[in-house]
């Protein structure tokens, strides 16, 4: 069970990170776009990337829980979740999806389950560390998408 609360505190601090991150954002920075890239990579606003960060922890633990492995993005978008209090509830709404995920794993050796995901056969643990992998990425680029507007502490 140890491995299970370690992963579980992980995934609870990128979920706090990001809701004190989206209560330091200016208003109308939340969706303010940086630049148009000219390489074909997207270049995201702060509340995209947290809602891609989220969105990908939703995916995960839908997949997981009733194997629905939709991208939760297509309705997440920042037309839906125009403000802090809407982003926040959203935010809300993951973390508690999440909960309810982790309290299926009783025992560590539940890690080493396969499942099917996208992409084939992972086991949970595999699943869970790429999960959180992604979405401490997305976390990091709207950190420093922020930077480009801001020198305010950043969440640790």
């Known amino acids: 069970m140890k491995l299970i609360l370690t992963i579980d505190a992980q995934f609870n601090r990128l979920h706090q990170r990001n809701c004190a991150f989206v209560s330091l954002m ?36 839908g997949g997981i829980a009733a194997q629905l492995w939709d991208d939760p993005f297509e309705w997440t978008l920042p037309e839906e979740l125009s403000n802090h209090a809407k982003i ?30 996208p992409g084939g056969m992972k086991t949970i643990f595999e699943l869970l560390l790429e999960t959180l ?24």
Do not use: H
């Open 26 to 61: 200016p208003a109308d920075r939340i969706f303010w776009q940086p630049r148009e890239s000219q390489i074909g990579s997207a270049v995201y606003s702060c509340g995209e990337y947290v809602l891609r960060s989220a969105g990908r922890v939703e995916q995960t633990f």
């Open 133 to 156: 992998a992604f979405a401490e990425n997305f976390q990091g680029r709207a950190f420093a998408t922020f930077r480009l507007f801001s020198d305010a502490q950043l969440p640790r």
């Open 88 to 117: 926040l509830e959203y935010l809300d709404e993951v973390e508690a999806a999440r909960q309810k995920g982790f309290q299926m794993l009783t025992a560590d050796v539940e890690l080493s389950k396969e499942i099917l995901a």
